[in-house]
T-cell receptor, first 114, second 116 residues
Framework: ETGVTQSPTHLIKTRGQQVTLRCSSQ?????VSWYQQALGQGPQFIFQ???????GRGNFPPRFSGLQFPNYSSELNVNALELDDSALYLC?????????????FGSGTRLTVV | DQQVKQNSPSLSVQEGRISILNCDYT??????FLWYKKYPAEGPTFLIS?????DKNEDGRFTVFLNKSAKHLSLHIVPSQPGDSAVYFC???????????????FGKGTSLLVTP
């Protein structure tokens, strides 16, 4: 079975620009979550998608938005980029009730905003 | 507000000895606690979990202990191996009625170094 794949692996953007990050879920998983990991911090929950709808959101502004597609892949969009958006963005897939097996994470996209 | 705390940023242990990584939490509604291991340039890898209704879960060299009254959990690695050197994240899962979904709350991580 394939794991979670994210693209691109690295990205440099200018403040004020928009960015789209992509994620392919692990086979059999129907739920996708996105996390932001700033340097020296643990991952912070951005939002979660199930059946193409957002069903959970952390403390992030509306300029962070997402999509889930019928094949359970997902996109994270960030508008009006700020310097503080520089971070590792992690995608995680799971079953809708992940139980004790948790979530499978991708290797992340390193976003640098200059 | 940090609901999951790992107060030790780093830990160094000799090969063959026990590694104990600690985690504290504040939210009594967490229903699962998970440990993840992360190598540089990779995503977190699931290691072991424990339900809030249990007090111990063991998987090979890894054991997680949960003390609900103290809101504390720990990960024991015995015996420690150099390949265990990585950053370990404690995470706690909460269900949100308003969102009808789960979310993981992570600690800041503990960097474990196992020396030969």
């Amino acid at each position: 079975e394939t794991g979670v794949t994210q693209s691109p692996t690295h990205l440099i953007k200018t403040r004020g620009q928009q960015v789209t990050l992509r994620c392919s879920s692990q086979s059999g998983h129907n739920t996708v979550s996105w996390y932001q990991q700033a340097l020296g911090q643990g991952p912070q929950f951005i939002f979660q998608y199930y059946r193409e709808e957002e069903n959970g959101r952390g403390n992030f502004p509306p300029r962070f938005s997402g999509l889930q597609f019928p094949n359970y892949s997902s996109e994270l969009n960030v508008n009006a980029l700020e310097l503080d958006d520089s971070a590792l963005y992690l995608c995680a897939s799971s079953l809708s009730h992940p139980g004790r097996y948790g979530y499978t994470f991708g290797s992340g996209t390193r976003l640098t905003v200059v | 507000d940090q609901q999951v705390k790992q107060n030790s940023p780093s830990l160094s242990v000799q090969e063959g000895r026990i590694s104990i990584l600690n985690c504290d939490y504040t939210n009594s509604m967490f229903d699962y606690f998970l440990w993840y291991k992360k190598y540089p340039a990779e995503g977190p890898t699931f290691l072991i979990s424990i339900s809030s209704i249990k007090d111990k879960n063991e998987d090979g060299r890894f054991t997680v202990f949960l003390n609900k009254s103290a809101k504390h959990l720990s990960l024991h690695i015995v015996p420690s191996q150099p390949g265990d050197s990585a950053v370990y994240f404690c995470a706690a899962r909460a269900y949100s009625n308003s969102n009808s979904g789960y979310a993981l709350n992570f600690g800041k991580g503990t960097s474990l170094l196992v020396t030969p």
